[in-house]
């Protein structure tokens, strides 16, 4: 049974970098993408990006140039890293992974989220 | 950015009701569309991929239709434990969006 187990700093000060890690037990890390997604506090979800096991990265145009998903194959882990975070960034962090070998677009495993909170 | 429009945002209906929730997307894309469960602190959970694919272990009551820009999710006959937020998401175009949201209460 594919498990998805998050961590990282839960609360952070505006213009701090967030930074989140997920790790996959078992089932296979490589052939797949994986992605993070985010929930703010009584709101829909956002996809922020994803990764596959090559190291090939896809972002959401709208956090682009604050974003860097990266992975570590030996470890079966992928880590998100949020540069300058302000209190929008304040949200439930999921990470996922997509439910086809190759890519379909659809997340069949989850982790079980991390509350990031930005606050001075 | 492909925009997901549900309806509606709120739904109540009793058990053994059966449930229908819209979604509409700005842009045509075939089929690539999943819907998703939510209940409160949980991450979401796969219920239908590629607009009317049963995800395994799903109960059959739930089942997707649609194509190109309107999409549906149907419970047959709503049971207690189906009171949560649904969302549907498409798979088409990157960025992948969400709907924002349908939440069903039980009576």
């Keep these: 049974q594919v498990q998805l187990q998050q961590w990282g700093a839960g609360l952070l000060k505006p213009s701090e970098t967030l930074s989140l890690t997920c790790a996959v037990y078992g089932g296979s890390f490589s052939g797949y993408y994986w992605s993070w997604i985010r929930q703010p506090p009584g709101k829909g979800l956002e996809w922020i990006g994803e990764i596959n096991d090559s190291g090939s990265t896809t972002y959401n145009p709208s956090l682009k140039s604050r974003v860097t998903i990266s992975g570590d194959t030996s470890k079966h882990q992928f880590s998100l890293r949020l540069n300058s975070v302000t209190a929008a960034d304040t949200a439930v962090y999921y990470c996922a992974r997509d439910s086809s070998s190759p890519q379909a677009g659809y997340f069949d495993y989850w982790g079980q989220g991390t509350l990031v909170a930005v606050s001075s | ?107």
């Design chain 2, 1 to 107: 950015d492909i925009q997901m429009t549900q309806s509606p945002s709120s739904v109540s209906a009793s058990v053994g009701d059966r449930v229908t929730i819209t979604c509409r997307a700005s842009q045509s894309f075939a089929s690539w569309l999943a819907w998703y469960q939510q209940k409160p602190g949980k991450a979401p959970k796969l219920l239908i991929y590629a607009a009317s694919s049963l995800q395994s272990g799903v109960p059959s009551r739930f089942s997707g239709s649609g194509s190109g820009t309107d999409f549906s999710l149907t419970i047959s006959s709503l049971q207690p434990e189906d009171s949560a937020t649904y969302f549907c998401q498409q798979a088409h175009t990157f960025p992948y969006t969400f709907g924002q949201g349908t939440k069903l209460e039980i009576k």
